[in-house]
């Protein structure tokens, strides 16, 4: 099963920029469709909303309404590493950022540990 692990979380202020990234085992990747998630302090895990994903075969993305335009995802092959371009943030935002991974012809699905994020207003 592939591996994956969260950094670049941290404090940031109210309008700053954050960069995370997501180191994979993997090393193929268009039969993946690939994720971010977070988690708000206090929640359960079934309540991981998907803030941004892309798509494997092809680079299709997809963003949350509320973080459309400030969001970049995108995946870099040659380092085996998913990112996740945050800016303009907001206090709203503070929460524990996943990665997750999920194989498109059987639906197996991987998590990270999770890096967190806290926004300063």
């Known amino acids: 099963q592939v591996q994956l692990v969260e950094s670049g979380g941290g404090l940031v202020q109210a309008g700053g920029s954050l960069r995370l990234s997501c180191a994979t085992s993997?090393?193929?990747?268009?039969?993946?469709?690939m994720g971010w998630y977070r988690q708000p302090p206090g929640e359960d895990r079934e309540e991981r909303e998907l803030?941004?994903?892309?798509?494997?075969?092809?680079?299709?993305?997809g963003y949350a309404d509320s973080v459309k335009v400030r969001f970049t995802v995108n995946l870099d092959t040659a380092k085996n590493a998913l990112y996740l371009q945050m800016n303009n943030r907001t206090p709203e935002g503070t929460s524990i950022y996943y990665c997750?991974?999920?194989?498109?012809?059987?639906?197996?699905?991987?998590w990270g540990r999770g890096t967190q994020v806290v926004v300063s207003s």
């Open positions: 993997a090393r193929t990747f268009s039969h993946y469709e």
């Open positions: 803030v941004a994903s892309i798509m494997g075969r092809g680079g299709g993305t």
């Open positions: 997750r991974f999920e194989t498109t012809t059987t639906q197996v699905v991987t």
